[in-house]
């Protein structure tokens, strides 16, 4: 069974950094591509920022230039190193991973790690 473990969320101040990891673990053959979404409340979930597994790279027009995504395949985990954080930043975070498993692509979602951007 295929499991995304995240962390790294809580609460900073505006101005402030935060690093998510999440990390994907179980009879895993091989990354498709790794990302984060968030949700704030009453809105929908949205793409944060997304990375394949030959380093093709994609960053919300909201988040570009404050947030990083990476991935170490080896340990089949991504990042999300966030800085300059705004409380329109202020959501949960689902990492999401397409993965082949068992001869097949499959989608997971981690559980959500909250992040408060607030004085």
């Known amino acids: 069974q295929v499991q995304l473990v995240e962390s790294g969320g809580g609460l900073v101040q505006p101005g402030g950094s935060l690093r998510l990891s999440c990390a994907a673990s179980g009879s895993i053959f ?7 979404y968030r949700q704030a409340p009453g809105k929908q979930r949205e793409l944060v920022a997304d990375i394949t597994d ?8 909201s988040v570009r230039g404050r947030f990083t995504i ?22 949960v975070y689902y990492c999401n991973a397409a993965l082949r498993v068992e001869g097949l692509r499959r989608n997971y979602w981690g559980q959500g790690t909250q992040v408060t951007v607030s004085s």
């Open 70 to 91: 990476s991935m170490d395949n080896a340990k089949s985990t991504v990042y999300l190193q966030m800085h300059s954080l705004k409380p329109e930043d202020t959501a």
């Open 30 to 36: 091989s990354i498709y591509t790794m990302g984060w």
């Open 54 to 61: 030959v380093g093709n790279i994609y960053h919300a027009d």
